[in-house]
Structure formats: C-alpha cells, structure tokens
C-alpha cells in the first residue's frame, strides 16, 4: 500500500467537561511510514495516549484529520488494521495464557484449528512457548505483558500500538523486554506506535521520536534516528546515542515555552 500508514493534520481534541472544555490536543501533524518504529513522549497530559487513541479510533479528533491505512480510524479498526497493548497487561485470572491470547481471535470467528496455531506462534514470537497452559498468576509481571502483546499480535494486524507497555516494571525486566522488542520489531516488520514516558527507552527502541508539549499537546519535534536497526544495549553508551539523549531533552525543554 502507498502512501503513510497514518497521516495526521492539524489534528485537535477538546474535551468538554462540567468544569469547562479541556484542550487535550492541538495542530498535530505527523505522518508514520510503513514499519517505523515511532515512540511518543512527553510530560504527563500532553496527550500522547490521547493521540495513540486516536489512532486506534478510540477517541475521534475535533478538529482536523486523521487517517489510518488512507481509512478513517474507525473504519481501520473495524478492518482489523492494529492490535493495542496497554499500560496494564488484563489478562483475565482465570483463562491460560492460549486462552487470554485466543479471545480476540473467538470473537472474531476463528475457527479452533486456526485459533490453536495463531496462538502457538504468537507464544513463541514473545518467547512464552512451553507456557500457554500457565495462568496469569503464575506468570511474572513481565512475562504476562508480553502474553499481552502476543495478544495484540494473534490475528496478524499490520500496526500495533503499545501505550507505556513496560511502565510498571523493574528496570532490569525493562531492559530486557526492550531488546526483545526490537527482535520483534526486526522479525515482523510491523508499524509500531509507542508511549513512554522514557528518555532512554524512547531512543534505544525508536526510528523517530515524537516529542510533545504540555496540554494542548503539540509536536515539539521529530527526531529521525540515526542508530543502527540492530541495537545492543551497549549502544546507550554511544555517543550517538546521548546525543539524541539531549535533543530530546531540549525539545521537551522547549515544548514548555508554549505555557
């Protein structure tokens, strides 16, 4: 398919409230190419999830335009053209890992031959083979989030958006599910769309970065990484790498100039 995959211009979002109406985003322009990996990040409330919302036809823009795949987000979504991994992995205590990975695929009518095979190779793109009759509970934290993203990968969509997936954990696990991304990202050639809050996280994973603004939230700057496509951890020491480090830091720096 030609052209972006998503095209935003001049998007805006107004929420009204009983309190009086709340300017969530506003002219965001941006254009994600077909397998970029583009993380967004910024202070809390600039908007970024709001806008990944928007992307996935959760929350409809008030201003502008939004397309997905050259379709209205809405009609994207109910074209199957993403899976969406949130902060929290919810997986249902008690189904198995297969069952919690095969519910998309029950609802959207796959038959069980077909549900059983999905499953068995999204556990094995996430590293979880061998685990599928394991319930939540038994499971780390790590371990279910990336049940979750197997999830989000089990009927094949081309887009996956991932809103702040590895927030809640350790440093370590965090790292390490970062560099399994990146394998993820290298073996599937999906479009990924990304919220951290992440400096380091935001550079080590991302194509581009997407800095945004306090509320209303606005692009402050798009950064194009330099860094190589394969990424050892190692790189973070690079001075590449602190290099776009800062530039991130200074267009978060100059995002709060619009307050």
Not at 169 to 195: C, H, P, Q, S, Y
Not at 218 to 226: F, G, H, L, N, T
Request: aromatic residues 8%; hydrophobic residues 40%.
């Amino acid at each position: 398919m030609d052209g972006p995959v998503v095209q935003a211009q001049g998007v805006g979002l107004t929420f009204q409230t009983a309190d009086g109406p709340v300017h969530a985003l506003k002219d965001v322009d941006l254009s994600i190419r077909r397998g970029d990996f583009v993380s967004f990040i910024g202070p809390s409330g600039c908007g970024k999830t709001t806008f990944l919302r928007c992307i996935a036809g959760l929350e409809t823009p008030t201003a502008g335009r939004l397309t997905v795949n050259g379709m209205t987000p809405d009609a994207a979504r109910r074209a199957r053209a993403y899976g969406y991994v949130f902060q929290a992995a919810g997986l249902y205590p008690w189904r198995t890992m297969s069952g919690n990975i095969a519910l998309p695929l029950e609802i959207m009518g796959f038959t069980r031959a077909d549900r059983a095979a999905r499953v068995a190779r999204v556990l094995d793109l996430v590293d979880l083979a061998g685990f599928g009759g394991k319930y939540p509970w038994q499971l780390s934290g790590g371990m279910q989030q990336r049940a979750s993203i197997a999830r989000a990968l089990s009927f094949d969509a081309d887009i996956l958006l991932m809103d702040e997936p590895f927030g809640a954990l350790d440093e370590i696990v965090r790292d390490r599910l970062n560099e399994a991304l990146l394998a993820l990202w290298d073996k599937t050639g999906k479009t990924i769309g990304f919220v951290t809050h992440s400096i380091p996280e935001a550079v080590y994973l991302s194509t581009r970065i997407v800095v945004m603004s306090p509320r209303p939230g606005r692009i402050a700057d798009i950064i194009d990484s330099p860094l190589p496509r394969h990424r050892p951890l190692e790189i973070r020491d690079t001075p590449a790498f602190i290099e776009i480090a800062q530039r991130v830091r200074e267009g978060l720096r100059a995002g709060h100039s619009y307050d």
